[in-house]
């Protein structure tokens, strides 16, 4: 895999094909990638083409605990807890208790360590439900926030790949 062009990271994966344009590229080893810590999205040579790509984003297993509401609760609204199963740079997976409808939006805040405060996610929409599980997107979150997140994700992601 190249590396991207944007931050030179290594951690690239292959995205699904958007537009006439890219699906004529396949044809000579030319595919979309996107990197997963500055979610930077290029075309590059790939030669072992994988024609089912998933998701964009690799999510990497850990046990947070989280914290969310719905964004239009009121502020005394208590918190709801879960526990982060799975994490990435857009999104992560969320276990809990109470049922959540999909396409709600939530606030939610997780910490990564007990040394650092809890990493701040101001809008998330809620993507997939299944049973206890559902599955999260990351709609707004601050530059600062982002940042501590994509400091803490190359951690994760290089730790992951050692592993594997």
Same mark, same amino acid.
């Given at each position: 895999?190249?590396?991207? =062009? ?16 890219? !699906? ?9 990638? #996107?990197? *997963? ?15 089912? %790509?998933? #998701? ?6 850990? *046990?947070? =605990?989280?914290?969310?509401? %719905? ?7 208590? %918190? ?27 606030? !939610? *805040? ?6 650092? *405060? =809890? ?29 501590? !997140? ?10 992951? !790949?050692?592993?594997?």
């Amino acid at each position: 895999m190249p590396n991207c =062009p944007q931050c030179g990271m290594w951690l690239v994966k292959q995205a699904p094909r958007k537009g006439v344009l890219e !699906l004529f590229l396949r044809f000579v080893a030319i595919s979309p990638l #996107r990197c *997963q810590l500055c979610t930077h999205r290029f075309m590059g040579v790939l030669w072992r083409v994988n024609h089912k %790509p998933g #998701r964009e984003y690799e999510r990497v297993p850990v *046990q947070y =605990p989280v914290y969310f509401r %719905p964004t239009f609760a009121r502020d005394d609204t208590r %918190p709801i807890p879960g526990t982060i199963s799975a994490l990435s740079i857009r999104g992560c997976t969320i276990t809990t208790r109470v049922s959540v409808p999909k396409g709600e939006c939530l606030c !939610l *805040q997780f910490a990564v360590s007990d040394q650092e *405060q =809890p990493i701040q996610i101001d809008a998330a929409r809620v993507r997939t439900v299944k049973g206890t599980k559902m599955g999260v997107a990351f709609a707004s979150i601050r530059p600062e926030e982002e940042d501590r !997140l994509r400091q803490h994700m190359m951690t994760l992601l290089h730790h992951h !790949l050692d592993e594997s």
